[in-house]
C-alpha cells in the first residue's frame, strides 16, 4: 500500500505474506475464458479462409519442385494470405480465389529471381516447376517463356478452382500493388519475396 492511501501495483500483483495463494489457471479454465473472449468479440473460428485452399491447390497443380523451392513457395504464399486478410480491397474476394492469387504471386516470384542467372535459368526453372496440366492446357516446350509460363499457371488455377482468369490475375495483380507499396519496409525484413514484379506483367 503506499504512503498516500491508493494501491500500488505490486500490492496487486505479489500477494503478501500469509495471503491464500492465487489460484493457478485450469486448461478448462482457461478454455472458457478464450470462449468468452470469441463470443465477446463474435470472432468466427469455423470460417473458411484461403489458409484452407492452400495446401490443396499447391498440390493439385504438383510443382516440380526441390524441397527447398516448394518450403519456399508456401511461405511465400501464406505470407501474401495474411497481407491480403489485412487489407480491405481484399475482404469481397472468395478465399479460394486470395489463396490462388497468392500461390500465383510467390511462383512469379521465384521465376523472377532464378531470371537473374539469366534466360537458360529462367526457362530452366519454369520448366521444372510445370504443374500438371489440369485443365488440358498443352504440354509445355522447351522454348517456355516465363509469361507463357504464368499464363498456362493461370489456366490450372482455374481448373483447380472453376475462378475466372481475369478475376485472379486482378487479385494478383492487387497482392502486387500492396507488395509494391511496402517495399521499403519489406527490404528491411528477412524474407526474399521479391517486390519488383513489372517484369513479367502481362
Not at 478448462?28 to 484452407?52: C, G, Q, Y
Not at 542467372?117 to 500438371?132: D, F, I, K, R, Y
Request: proline fraction near 7%.
Amino acid at each position: 500500500m503506499a504512503s498516500d492511501g491508493a494501491v500500488d501495483r505490486h500490492d496487486v500483483l505479489i500477494p503478501s505474506r500469509g495471503a491464500p495463494p492465487l489460484p493457478v489457471p485450469t486448461p478448462e479454465s482457461m478454455r472458457k475464458w478464450e470462449l468468452l473472449v470469441l463470443t465477446r468479440l463474435k470472432w468466427d473460428l469455423a470460417a473458411i479462409t484461403p489458409h484452407a485452399f492452400l495446401d490443396q491447390i499447391i498440390a493439385r497443380l504438383q510443382l516440380k519442385l526441390p524441397e527447398a523451392q516448394m518450403r519456399m513457395v508456401r511461405e511465400h504464399a501464406t505470407f501474401f494470405i495474411t497481407v491480403c486478410a489485412t487489407d480491405a480491397r481484399f475482404t469481397s474476394n472468395p478465399p479460394s480465389m486470395v489463396a490462388a492469387a497468392a500461390v500465383a504471386t510467390a511462383v512469379q516470384g521465384m521465376l523472377i529471381r532464378d531470371s537473374d542467372g539469366g534466360a537458360a535459368a529462367t526457362e530452366a526453372a519454369a520448366l521444372a516447376a510445370a504443374p500438371v496440366p489440369v485443365g488440358g492446357s498443352k504440354a509445355r516446350g522447351p522454348s517456355t517463356t516465363p509469361q507463357q509460363y504464368m499464363q498456362e499457371l493461370y489456366h490450372s488455377l482455374h481448373a483447380i478452382t472453376q475462378i475466372d482468369t481475369d478475376c485472379l490475375k486482378e487479385c494478383h495483380r492487387q497482392i502486387e500493388i500492396w507488395t509494391q507499396s511496402n517495399a521499403e519496409s519489406l527490404s528491411t525484413s528477412t524474407s526474399t519475396t521479391p517486390t519488383d514484379m513489372q517484369e513479367v506483367m502481362f
